[in-house]
């Protein structure tokens, strides 16, 4: 009999395990938006490649979700296009409305934007300082300090998913001389700073919260050209595979909280149901569709999994 139920036990996590690695091929890449993060730390330098502080946190944060193999990120310059369209790019502050709208526009799942509240370097003397071929050395605690405030807002519903202050600190104690290293022309010599360290430690754990967010986000697409052949945004790159079939919906009017005057998304009406026929439009990042049900599908209307 033990040996009977150790089977059926044997039996049971076989089938479970297939069903989670079937799960795990019908996961789902995400398309998000980064905005530049507004610098609000008030330091001096720029970063290494000779962009402002804000700019850099945003490529590396790209880099970072790129690398995860879970996300989609739109190029910078399809994002400055759309944002100089808005009349945006001037500026470059962006607001949970204008990160909304222009994911909108963009079809992508979440736009992530924020600030940079702290980037630099601290040092705390331990001791006092002793003559050492012509230079001041000391016994010194050096700390790196980077803050970020981050918003990850959902495109359909502009609503504020997430709301995080991150902030990370490396310190190293020791000798040291009393001039500071921050070279920011060289991108090794930042990556193994100490400032450096805690910038990527703040990066993962934005990446971190895009991964929570979008587990609470369902999966949508959105049709980009629907008289003729139907084509959405999302493809073999996106998950998408070749018959499976998705439910339309077209928005309606906007729900407006009448407290905050912020948008809570919009009535939705179902339009119909297509099915995918070709994955690979675009390298993998859109498909082409037929209709299964319904008619009169438009741009911008709604794809859901069923």
Request: neutral net charge; aromatic residues 6%.
């Amino acid at each position: 009999m033990k040996r009977l139920l150790s089977a059926s036990l044997l039996v049971v996590l076989i089938m479970a395990h297939g069903v989670g690695l079937v799960a795990a091929e019908k996961s789902r890449t995400r398309r998000v938006a980064v905005f530049n993060f507004e610098d609000k730390s008030g330091h001096r330098y720029r970063w290494w490649t000779g962009q402002p502080v804000g700019e850099g946190m945003a490529d590396m944060l790209v880099t970072a979700l790129v690398k995860t193999g879970r996300y989609q990120v739109i190029e910078r310059q399809e994002l400055n296009r759309v944002m100089e369209e808005q009349k945006l790019g001037a500026s470059g502050l962006v607001t949970q409305q204008t990160a909304a709208e222009i994911g909108k526009l963009l079809g992508v799942d979440l736009g992530i934007f924020g600030s940079v509240t702290e980037f630099g370097y601290s040092e705390d003397n331990l001791g006092g300082s002793i003559k050492k071929r012509g230079f001041g050395v000391g016994v010194k605690t050096s700390a790196a300090n980077v803050g970020i405030d981050v918003r990850l807002v959902n495109t359909t519903t502009g609503e504020i998913l997430s709301a995080e202050s991150v902030r990370k600190k490396e310190s190293k104690k020791g000798l040291s001389l009393s001039t500071q290293d921050f070279d920011f022309n060289n991108k090794d010599k930042f990556d193994e700073s100490l400032v450096g360290k805690a910038t990527r430690d703040a990066i993962d754990q934005v990446v971190e919260l895009v991964g929570q967010s979008m587990r609470a986000l369902p999966w949508s697409a959105t049709i980009i050209k629907g008289d003729g052949p139907i084509y959405i945004n999302a493809g073999s790159q996106s998950g998408v595979e070749v018959g499976e079939e998705f439910v339309v919906y077209r928005a309606g009017e906007e729900l407006v909280d009448p407290d905050t005057g912020l948008s809570l998304g919009k009535t939705e009406s179902k339009i119909g149901v297509i099915r995918v026929v070709n994955n690979q439009v675009s390298d993998g990042r859109a498909s082409q569709c037929e209709a299964v049900q319904g008619a009169g599908f438009l741009r911008s209307d709604i794809v859901r999994e069923k």
